[in-house]
C-alpha cells in the first residue's frame, strides 16, 4: 500500500516518489516507516512527526493513504 | 453571483467626479480581481509616462475575488499604482478587514485619480460615497488618524479604515497604506501617491451581501481546510532557542526536501514570522550587515537578543486577519520601552526585526519594538526604510558621509540609539533623513562619490530580507517580478512547499536534491520560477495569503474554491494561464511606462559579486544573468529583453482584453 511521507532531507527519502508517496506492505506501522528512512534512534524521541496531523505512537498502523508528515523548518515572513 | 460584485467605484479628486463603472464578466474570467483587475484598470487608465506622483496616476484599493464567498485565509487588499519608486508597475498588500469592506460596498475596487485641492477622505455608508473633508486628521499619524475616523464614523457597525501617517504626506517614496492600528501595504510607494493626491483615507461601511455560485461547496473545502489546521499545535518543548540550531542543521544537510506545508502552521500559530529571527540568520537566509556580512558577524551573541520567545514574550494578545485560521499576528505591550511614549504595537514581523537587526548589527530587541511603532504609525515600509539606514551606516564607515552630514549622529553598525534617531528624522524628513525617505537608489544618487556602490535594491525597490545567495529562485523574482524586490514572489522554498505539480502538468514534480542544483540556469529552475510567478497572481487575484499558498495546493484548495465559487469549471492549467496572463499585463504595464526590464536586476552583491567569505553563503555566486534569461523565456517573453513577445500577447488574448477598452 502507499502512504505519503514529507520527510526532511537528511532521512533517506529515495523510495518516496515524486508525488510524495511511499510503497509500504500491508499492515506496516510507522516504526517500519521510520525504518525505510532510516531515522536516527538517537533522534526519534525529539523527532516531531505527525500521521494525518495528529500525534501518534510509533506502533500505529497504518492505512492505505495516510500522510506522515515530519516538523523542520523553513524561514519565512 | 460568481464570488464577485462585478463593478468599480471611479473616484476622480480633482474634478470630485464619483462613478460607478460595470466590470464584463469576461475580465475576472480572464484576469480574476485584486491585482488582476487593478492591472486591468491601470493599463487603460494611465498613459504613456505619467508622472507617478501627478495626477494622472490611478491609485486603486482591490479586494480578492474569494474575499467574502466562505473560503479561508482569502482576505487581503492591494493596493495598486504606478509606483513612484520603481517608474513602473507598483502593488503592495495587506491583511485585516478591509478587503470584504470593499465588497460589502458593493465593489470589487475604488480608484482614484486627480489631485484634491485640500486633503480629504472617501466615505462610503448606506448614503453611498462621498469625498469628506479630512483637514482635522492631516498632520496626524495613522493610527490616531484610524481612531478618529473609525470613531467619527461609527453608526451600528464599525467602519474599515485605510489610511496614511505623515510619511505619505510629506511623499515619502517608500511610504505605505495603513490598517488596522499597525498593518501596513507598505511596498511600491502606495502611500506616497495617496499623500500627493491629498487623500488622506478611505472610511468603508457597506452590509452588501457577497454572493458565489455554490456557497456550500466553499464551505465544505473551508472546513476540511480549517479542521487540519486546527489540530496544529506545537509541544510546549519546542523552544525558540531551538530554532537557530534547526537553521544550523539545514547547512550542514546540503539537500532539500518539499515538506508539508501544514507543518508549517504549527509554527506560524505559535511565534509569527519572527520564528524565522534566529534561525534564518543561521541558515543563511537573513542578509546581515547590508548583505556584505554573515551569521560570522551577527553570531550567537547578537542573534540570541531578538530570538523568537523574546517578541512573544511581549505578545498579550493574538491577532488574526479576517477568514483566517492561523492568526499569525499579535499585539505587544511595549510600554516600558522609549519611556512609555506608546502603550503597544503589533507584533513587528521576521521582515522588521532582522532588517533592524542583522542588516544593521542590532542586537537591542527594545529598539526594534520602538522603531516598528514609529513606522507603523508614520506608515513607512520598514523594509525599505531598514535598508535605508544600513545603506546610510555604510556610507558613513566608508566615509561618504560625515558626522557633519548625519548632524552628529555615529552611525556606526549596531547603535540602535543613532539607528532610531535616524528613522526619526526619516519620518519628519530632516537633515540626511529627508534624502534618505525616499529610498536609496535615489539617496545614492544625491550623495554621489560611488554611494551606489552600497545602495541595495532591484529596479529602485529595497529587497525584503530574504539572501537570493541562500535561495537563487528568490533572486530571480526579485530581478524579474513587475514590482522588483519583492520577497513574497516566490522562492525555492515556497515552490517545493506549494506542491503545485500535484494539480498542475507543467509544474516540475521535486523529491529529495542537491542544494547546488539551485544554482544553476536551467529549464527546469526556470519552469519552477515561472510557475511560482503565475500561481502567485493567482492568489493576488483571489486576496490569498502567503503563508496559506505556501501551505501547498493539496491543503488550501485555491482552484477548488475559484471553481465553488464562479462556477467556472476550469482545471487548475486553465488557471495558470489567467496567472501567466495577470503577471504578463503587469510586465506590459512596465514596457508602456519606458521601463526595461533588464534594470531591475538585482546589486550585484545580492547575486554573490563579489562572493561572501564566511558564513553558509560563502563563496556561493548566482548566475542571474542566465536565470533571468531562461525565466522570461519560458514566459514567452524575449529572453533578451523581458518584453513579451507578440504571439504570448496573442496567445493570452490580451490584444483583444486592451483594445477593446481603448
Ligand atoms: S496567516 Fe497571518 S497574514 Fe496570513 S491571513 Fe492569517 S493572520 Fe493574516
Same mark, same amino acid.
Not at chain 2, 532539500?256 to 540568520?281: C, E, H, I, Q, Y
Not at chain 2, 477548488?560 to 462556477?567: D, P, V
Not at chain 2, 519606458?594 to 534594470?599: F, L, V, W
Given at each position: 500500500?502507499?502512504?505519503? *511521507?514529507? =520527510?526532511? $532531507?537528511? !532521512?533517506?527519502?529515495?523510495?518516496?516518489?515524486?508525488?510524495?508517496? +511511499?510503497? *509500504?506492505? =500491508?499492515? $506496516?506501522? !510507522?516504526?517500519?516507516?521510520?525504518?525505510?528512512?532510516?531515522?536516527? +534512534?538517537?533522534?526519534?524521541?525529539?523527532?516531531?512527526?505527525?500521521?494525518?496531523?495528529?500525534?501518534?505512537?510509533?506502533?500505529?498502523?497504518?492505512?492505505?493513504?495516510?500522510?506522515?508528515?515530519?516538523?523542520?523548518?523553513?524561514?519565512?515572513? | 453571483?460568481?464570488?464577485?460584485?462585478?463593478?468599480?467605484?471611479?473616484?476622480?479628486?480633482?474634478?470630485?467626479?464619483?462613478?460607478?463603472?460595470?466590470?464584463?464578466?469576461?475580465?475576472?474570467?480572464?484576469?480574476?480581481?485584486?491585482?488582476?483587475?487593478?492591472?486591468?484598470?491601470?493599463?487603460?487608465?494611465?498613459?504613456?509616462?505619467?508622472?507617478?506622483?501627478?495626477?494622472?496616476?490611478?491609485?486603486?484599493?482591490?479586494?480578492?475575488?474569494?474575499?467574502?464567498?466562505?473560503?479561508?485565509?482569502?482576505?487581503?487588499?492591494?493596493?495598486?499604482?504606478?509606483?513612484?519608486?520603481?517608474?513602473?508597475?507598483?502593488?503592495?498588500?495587506?491583511?485585516?478587514?478591509?478587503?470584504?469592506?470593499?465588497?460589502?460596498?458593493?465593489?470589487?475596487?475604488?480608484?482614484?485619480?486627480?489631485?484634491?485641492?485640500?486633503?480629504?477622505?472617501?466615505?462610503?455608508?448606506?448614503?453611498?460615497?462621498?469625498?469628506?473633508?479630512?483637514?482635522?486628521?492631516?498632520?496626524?499619524?495613522?493610527?490616531?488618524?484610524?481612531?478618529?475616523?473609525?470613531?467619527?464614523?461609527?453608526?451600528?457597525?464599525?467602519?474599515?479604515?485605510?489610511?496614511?501617517?505623515?510619511?505619505?504626506?510629506?511623499?515619502?517614496?517608500?511610504?505605505?497604506?495603513?490598517?488596522?492600528?499597525?498593518?501596513?501595504?507598505?511596498?511600491?510607494?502606495?502611500?506616497?501617491?495617496?499623500?500627493?493626491?491629498?487623500?488622506?483615507?478611505?472610511?468603508?461601511?457597506?452590509?452588501?451581501?457577497?454572493?458565489?455560485?455554490?456557497?456550500?461547496?466553499?464551505?465544505?473545502?473551508?472546513?476540511?481546510?480549517?479542521?487540519?489546521?486546527?489540530?496544529?499545535?506545537?509541544?510546549?518543548?519546542?523552544?525558540?532557542?531551538?530554532?537557530?540550531?534547526?537553521?544550523?542543521?539545514?547547512?550542514?544537510?546540503?539537500?532539500?526536501?518539499?515538506?508539508?506545508?501544514?507543518?508549517?502552521?504549527?509554527?506560524?500559530?505559535?511565534?509569527?514570522?519572527?520564528?524565522?529571527?534566529?534561525?534564518?540568520?543561521?541558515?543563511?537566509?537573513?542578509?546581515?550587515?547590508?548583505?556584505?556580512?554573515?551569521?560570522?558577524?551577527?553570531?550567537?551573541?547578537?542573534?540570541?537578543?531578538?530570538?523568537?520567545?523574546?517578541?512573544?514574550?511581549?505578545?498579550?494578545?493574538?491577532?488574526?486577519?479576517?477568514?483566517?485560521?492561523?492568526?499569525?499576528?499579535?499585539?505587544?505591550?511595549?510600554?516600558?520601552?522609549?519611556?512609555?511614549?506608546?502603550?503597544?504595537?503589533?507584533?513587528?514581523?521576521?521582515?522588521?526585526?532582522?532588517?533592524?537587526?542583522?542588516?544593521?548589527?542590532?542586537?537591542?530587541?527594545?529598539?526594534?519594538?520602538?522603531?516598528?511603532?514609529?513606522?507603523?504609525?508614520?506608515?513607512?515600509?520598514?523594509?525599505?526604510?531598514?535598508?535605508?539606514?544600513?545603506?546610510?551606516?555604510?556610507?558613513?564607515?566608508?566615509?561618504?558621509?560625515?558626522?557633519?552630514?548625519?548632524?552628529?549622529?555615529?552611525?556606526?553598525?549596531?547603535?540602535?540609539?543613532?539607528?532610531?534617531?535616524?528613522?526619526?528624522?526619516?519620518?519628519?524628513?530632516?537633515?540626511?533623513?529627508?534624502?534618505?525617505?525616499?529610498?536609496?537608489?535615489?539617496?545614492?544618487?544625491?550623495?554621489?562619490?560611488?554611494?551606489?556602490?552600497?545602495?541595495?535594491?532591484?529596479?529602485?525597490?529595497?529587497?525584503?530580507?530574504?539572501?537570493?545567495?541562500?535561495?537563487?529562485?528568490?533572486?530571480?523574482?526579485?530581478?524579474?517580478?513587475?514590482?522588483?524586490?519583492?520577497?513574497?514572489?516566490?522562492?525555492?522554498?515556497?515552490?517545493?512547499?506549494?506542491?503545485?505539480?500535484?494539480?498542475?502538468?507543467?509544474?516540475?514534480?521535486?523529491?529529495?536534491?542537491?542544494?547546488?542544483?539551485?544554482?544553476?540556469?536551467?529549464?527546469?529552475?526556470?519552469?519552477?520560477?515561472?510557475?511560482?510567478?503565475?500561481?502567485?497572481?493567482?492568489?493576488?487575484?483571489?486576496?490569498?495569503?502567503?503563508?496559506?499558498?505556501?501551505?501547498?495546493?493539496?491543503?488550501?484548495?485555491?482552484?477548488?474554491?475559484?471553481?465553488?465559487?464562479?462556477?467556472?469549471?476550469?482545471?487548475?492549467?486553465?488557471?495558470?494561464?489567467?496567472?501567466?496572463?495577470?503577471?504578463?499585463?503587469?510586465?506590459?504595464?512596465?514596457?508602456?511606462?519606458?521601463?526595461?526590464?533588464?534594470?531591475?536586476?538585482?546589486?550585484?552583491?545580492?547575486?554573490?559579486?563579489?562572493?561572501?567569505?564566511?558564513?553558509?553563503?560563502?563563496?556561493?555566486?548566482?548566475?542571474?544573468?542566465?536565470?533571468?534569461?531562461?525565466?522570461?523565456?519560458?514566459?514567452?517573453?524575449?529572453?533578451?529583453?523581458?518584453?513579451?513577445?507578440?504571439?504570448?500577447?496573442?496567445?493570452?488574448?490580451?490584444?483583444?482584453?486592451?483594445?477593446?477598452?481603448?
Amino acid at each position: 500500500m502507499k502512504v505519503k *511521507v514529507y =520527510a526532511p $532531507a537528511f !532521512l533517506n527519502g529515495d523510495e518516496i516518489d515524486e508525488m510524495g508517496n +511511499l510503497t *509500504v506492505p =500491508a499492515g $506496516a506501522t !510507522l516504526r517500519d516507516v521510520y525504518k525505510k528512512l532510516q531515522v536516527p +534512534l538517537l533522534l526519534r524521541p525529539v523527532l516531531i512527526c505527525r500521521v494525518n496531523y495528529e500525534k501518534s505512537r510509533l506502533d500505529r498502523k497504518l492505512q492505505e493513504g495516510d500522510v506522515i508528515s515530519f516538523l523542520f523548518p523553513i524561514s519565512g515572513g | 453571483m460568481k464570488g464577485y460584485m462585478g463593478k468599480i467605484l471611479f473616484v476622480n479628486l480633482t474634478s470630485g467626479q464619483i462613478e460607478e463603472r460595470i466590470i464584463p464578466d469576461r475580465v475576472y474570467e480572464m484576469l480574476l480581481s485584486g491585482v488582476g483587475l487593478g492591472a486591468y484598470v491601470l493599463y487603460n487608465e494611465i498613459p504613456a509616462g505619467t508622472d507617478p506622483l501627478g495626477p494622472e496616476n490611478v491609485l486603486g484599493f482591490t479586494s480578492g475575488l474569494l474575499t467574502g464567498t466562505g473560503s479561508l485565509m482569502t482576505g487581503r487588499w492591494m493596493v495598486v499604482c504606478k509606483s513612484p519608486l520603481t517608474g513602473g508597475w507598483g502593488d503592495a498588500n495587506c491583511g485585516g478587514t478591509l478587503a470584504p469592506a470593499i465588497k460589502q460596498c458593493g465593489y470589487d475596487g475604488i480608484f482614484f485619480s486627480g489631485i484634491a485641492e485640500k486633503p480629504v477622505y472617501l466615505l462610503i455608508n448606506n448614503k453611498g460615497p462621498q469625498l469628506k473633508d479630512a483637514s482635522h486628521v492631516w498632520g496626524k499619524d495613522a493610527t490616531e488618524s484610524e481612531e478618529i475616523l473609525r470613531a467619527e464614523n461609527t453608526v451600528k457597525k464599525k467602519p474599515a479604515v485605510a489610511v496614511i501617517g505623515t510619511a505619505g504626506e510629506k511623499v515619502s517614496l517608500i511610504a505605505g497604506v495603513c490598517h488596522d492600528g499597525g498593518r501596513i501595504a507598505a511596498r511600491s510607494g502606495g502611500g506616497a501617491v495617496m499623500g500627493s493626491k491629498r487623500l488622506k483615507a478611505i472610511v468603508l461601511v457597506g452590509s452588501k451581501p457577497i454572493k458565489c455560485h455554490d456557497p456550500q461547496e466553499v464551505k465544505k473545502i473551508s472546513q476540511a481546510y480549517a479542521d487540519k489546521i486546527r489540530k496544529q499545535n506545537l509541544p510546549g518543548i519546542v523552544k525558540g532557542s531551538l530554532l537557530p540550531l534547526m537553521g544550523k542543521a539545514m547547512t550542514s544537510i546540503k539537500r532539500v526536501a518539499p515538506l508539508d506545508g501544514m507543518m508549517f502552521a504549527l509554527m506560524m500559530r505559535k511565534w509569527g514570522t519572527p520564528m524565522s529571527n534566529g534561525m534564518a540568520v543561521t541558515n543563511g537566509d537573513t542578509p546581515i550587515k547590508n548583505w556584505a556580512g554573515s551569521v560570522k558577524d551577527y553570531n550567537r551573541s547578537y542573534y540570541s537578543k531578538i530570538n523568537a520567545d523574546y517578541v512573544i514574550k511581549r505578545e498579550y494578545r493574538k491577532y488574526h486577519c479576517y477568514s483566517c485560521v492561523v492568526g499569525c499576528g499579535g499585539v505587544c505591550d511595549i510600554s516600558d520601552i522609549g519611556q512609555g511614549r506608546f502603550t503597544h504595537t503589533h507584533k513587528p514581523e521576521y521582515e522588521t526585526c532582522s532588517v533592524f537587526g542583522g542588516l544593521l548589527m542590532n542586537r537591542d530587541l527594545d529598539s526594534i519594538f520602538y522603531i516598528n511603532e514609529l513606522l507603523n504609525r508614520a506608515g513607512m515600509d520598514s523594509i525599505s526604510a531598514g535598508h535605508a539606514v544600513a545603506f546610510a551606516m555604510e556610507c558613513y564607515e566608508k566615509g561618504l558621509l560625515t558626522p557633519e552630514d548625519t548632524g552628529g549622529l555615529k552611525l556606526t553598525w549596531g547603535n540602535a540609539q543613532a539607528v532610531v534617531k535616524l528613522i526619526e528624522m526619516m519620518i519628519a524628513r530632516e537633515g540626511l533623513g529627508d534624502i534618505l525617505a525616499d529610498g536609496v537608489k535615489i539617496a545614492a544618487g544625491k550623495i554621489g562619490s560611488g554611494a551606489e556602490e552600497y545602495a541595495i535594491h532591484a529596479g529602485g525597490q529595497e529587497p525584503g530580507m530574504h539572501d537570493s545567495r541562500f535561495d537563487p529562485q528568490m533572486g530571480v523574482h526579485y530581478s524579474t517580478d513587475p514590482t522588483p524586490g519583492r520577497h513574497t514572489i516566490g522562492a525555492a522554498q515556497y515552490y517545493n512547499m506549494t506542491r503545485l505539480w500535484e494539480k498542475v502538468s507543467w509544474a516540475p514534480a521535486v523529491k529529495i536534491y542537491p542544494k547546488d542544483e539551485e544554482y544553476i540556469a536551467t529549464d527546469r529552475e526556470a519552469l519552477k520560477t515561472v510557475a511560482g510567478a503565475c500561481y502567485k497572481q493567482i492568489v493576488d487575484g483571489i486576496g490569498g495569503c502567503l503563508f496559506a499558498q505556501i501551505m501547498g495546493v493539496q491543503h488550501w484548495q485555491a482552484f477548488e474554491w475559484l471553481n465553488a465559487a464562479t462556477g467556472w469549471g476550469k482545471t487548475p492549467d486553465e488557471y495558470m494561464l489567467i496567472g501567466k496572463r495577470m503577471q504578463t499585463l503587469r510586465q506590459l504595464f512596465n514596457v508602456k511606462h519606458g521601463i526595461e526590464p533588464k534594470s531591475f536586476k538585482i546589486h550585484p552583491r545580492m547575486a554573490g559579486d563579489p562572493p561572501l567569505k564566511e558564513g553558509p553563503n560563502k563563496g556561493r555566486t548566482v548566475p542571474i544573468d542566465d536565470m533571468m534569461r531562461l525565466h522570461w523565456k519560458h514566459f514567452g517573453w524575449d529572453e533578451n529583453t523581458g518584453i513579451p513577445l507578440p504571439e504570448t500577447i496573442q496567445h493570452l488574448e490580451l490584444d483583444q482584453l486592451v483594445q477593446e477598452v481603448r
